[in-house]
Structure formats: structure tokens, C-alpha cells
């Protein structure tokens, strides 16, 4: 056997042999993680509920424009189209945000932590706006 074929297998050998981390982990004490591993994994659990969240209010306050809209002259109504527009430009600037906070920490294992708490901050304020127009459109 080569050298190189020697090479390959043993690190084959130790990469099989590692640590597998999954996003259904269900062992993590989000309250109390003690872990760099744990740490991110929580912090990206709690932006992925922010996100579902964020999700279903999307839903209701499109609907309240949508609603807004109808009772509205054609030449007056584009709040649901506005509402689009709106959340296109936050999305991307969300995503650009977070991508620019986890640079304090590039390269690092904390990097994750950084850009899923950020997006799980930025996703629950964007959520509360969207409740705050749906309510203030009537629904």
C-alpha cells in the first residue's frame, strides 16, 4: 500500500470516528448549554421559532392589506404590493446585517452564535412590525 493510500484511509478512519452534529439534536438543554456547539445550535433554534413566527404573522398582516386594499379605489390601493416591496428589502437587509455582525467573529466557532442571534433579533422586531400594521390596518 502507498503512502498516500495509507494516508487516505487512516483519515477516513477519523473522520468516521467524529463527533455528528444534527439539527434535530434532542439532547441540548437550550437553558443551560455549556458548549460552543450547544451554544450555536440553541441560537439557531431560537432564530428557526422566529422564523416560523415571522412566517405565520406574514400571513395575517398580508391578508389585513389585502383587506385594505379591496375597500380602496383602484388608484389608491397598493399596500399589499407596498408590503412586498417592504419585506424583499428587509429580508436583504436582515441577511447583510447579520452576515456583517458575524464578522466579530469570523472564522471562529462563536461566528454561528453571532449571525443566528442576530437574525433570531432582527426576525422577532420585524415581526412585531408587521403585528403593529396588521392592527393598524384594522385586523
Known sequence: MTF??????????LLMDGPVYSQDEPDVDCDNAQ?????????DKDYQAADAELNAQWK???KALAAWDSDLSDDLKGAE????ASQRAWITYRDAQCELEGFSMRGGTAE???????????TKQ??????????DMGN
Open 35 to 43: 458548549t460552543q456547539q450547544d451554544m450555536n445550535f440553541c441560537a
Open 112 to 122: 454561528p452564535l453571532m449571525v443566528s442571534s442576530c437574525l433570531a433579533t432582527l
Open 126 to 135: 420585524r415581526t412585531e412590525e408587521l403585528k403593529r400594521l396588521a392592527a
Open 60 to 62: 395575517l398582516t398580508k
Open 4 to 13: 498516500l493510500s495509507s494516508f487516505l484511509l487512516c483519515g477516513c478512519v
Open 81 to 84: 404590493k407596498a408590503l412586498l
